[in-house]
Every structure is written in structure tokens, then in C-alpha cells.
């Protein structure tokens, strides 16, 4: 039986045939694991120094969505395959951050700092904005919140459940992204980096005061004893 494939090369403006005998599979010493390459070590990714490993995923989402969108600026190409994981990166990082930004904030109020189990930005910023509006906010701020509501609502709104940007369809048989016929990733892009600056801002902030506090209390307990 002769066999042929359409190598689709994701980054090619074509799909080029050729015979099975030419397409690269799978070897016997591939392994996911292989760490080969020395003279790579640019290549290597670590993943086990010490620091807050919420921060590894939430950096890499936003950074992976501006890798997407930087290629297609500098190509013209791509743009209609890779605006899903473009959707999908932001959006992700957002449910990350404000999931952080509600422990911190609930830290922050001394309150119990349990995960919350949801993937909707709505609910994960009304919990986030009703914890940040217990403090006095100056109003500059509250307009960044206002701004930031705004943009938030509007992602929700395009993918309330985080199915949209991962699968054409939803359980029920019906379209995703019904209502997102066009996307300019630019514009999207620089909206969704002002949210990212200002949740970055408030996260920075809280980690800053939380540790401060901490170390208050620390010097004082070594000082007074339990007084």
C-alpha cells in the first residue's frame, strides 16, 4: 500500500505533499524527557527553582499571548489559526490573576484564603472587585477599576465558560464565538495588556504590603514576646 500525507507545516502558506517515506515520525530514542543538548541551554526550561509557581503560569500565558500576536504584526500571516490561542492564552491568564488577586486580597483582609473553584471572569471579579473596594482607593484608581470592569465583562461575555477559545463547538452541538466573527488581535491585544498592567499593579502592591505587615508583626513578636 502506498501511502500519502499532506505535511501541514502550521507556519507554511501552503500544504506541501510528499510521500510517507519523507515525513519525519516518531523514532525509537525520542523521549519528552531527553535533556541533550548542553550547548542549548537556552533551550532548557526550569520549572523547579523556588518561587510562586501561580506566577510561572500566569507570566506565561500573557507572555505566550504576545509572542502570537507579535508574529502575526510581523508576518501578515497566521492570523486566522493563531487568534485562538491567542483568545485562549488571555483569557487563561485572567482567570489566573484574579484568582491570585482574590487569595492576596483575602489575605490582605485577614479572611480565609481558599482557591476559588470557577471559571467565570465575572464571578472571579466580582468577588476580586468587592474585596479591593473594602480599602480606600484613591480616584484614579477607581476609574481604573471602572476601565478594567469593562474589558473583563466584555471577555466574559465572548467566552463565559473558557470553552470558546479551546473547542468549535460546545457539548450541546452549538457554535462557539457565534458572536466574534472578526478579531483585530492588535487592538485586542493592547486593551488586554493595560487590564494586565493595572491586575499586575494590584498584585505587586498586595504582595508588597502583605510582606511588610508580616515582618511588622515579626520584629514586634521578637521584641514583646506574645504582648
Not at 523514532?27 to 535533556?35: C, E, K, R, T
Request: hydrophobic share 40%; net charge negative.
Amino acid at each position: 500500500m502506498c501511502l500519502t500525507l499532506a505535511c501541514m507545516d502550521p507556519f507554511a502558506e501552503s500544504v506541501n505533499y510528499a510521500p510517507f517515506s519523507t515525513i519525519p515520525w516518531p523514532i525509537p530514542n525520542d523521549d519528552l524527557a531527553a535533556m541533550d543538548d548542553a550547548d542549548e541551554w537556552w533551550l532548557v526550561a526550569c520549572m523547579d527553582w523556588p518561587r510562586d509557581r501561580w506566577l510561572g503560569y500566569i507570566l506565561g500565558y500573557r507572555k505566550a499571548a504576545a509572542v502570537l500576536v507579535g508574529h502575526v504584526t510581523e508576518t501578515g500571516h497566521h492570523q486566522d489559526t493563531l487568534v485562538y490561542p491567542f483568545l485562549l492564552c488571555w483569557r487563561h491568564y485572567v482567570e489566573l490573576q484574579l484568582k491570585v488577586a482574590i487569595t492576596l486580597l483575602r489575605r490582605w483582609h485577614e479572611e480565609p484564603a481558599e482557591l476559588v473553584r470557577t471559571h467565570k471572569i465575572n464571578l472571579l471579579w466580582g468577588t476580586a472587585k468587592k474585596l479591593l473596594l473594602r480599602q480606600e482607593l484613591p480616584e484614579e484608581d477607581l476609574e481604573a477599576v471602572n476601565n478594567t470592569e469593562k474589558i473583563l465583562l466584555q471577555l466574559h461575555g465572548l467566552d463565559p465558560t473558557s470553552e470558546h477559545s479551546r473547542y468549535p463547538v460546545r457539548n450541546d452541538g452549538s457554535h462557539t464565538l457565534e458572536f466574534l466573527p472578526r478579531v483585530h488581535m492588535r487592538r485586542f491585544h493592547e486593551a488586554m495588556e493595560r487590564v494586565a498592567h493595572f491586575l499586575d499593579a494590584c498584585d505587586s502592591k498586595l504582595r508588597e504590603d502583605i510582606n511588610t505587615r508580616d515582618e511588622i508583626r515579626a520584629d514586634y513578636s521578637r521584641m514583646h514576646g506574645d504582648e
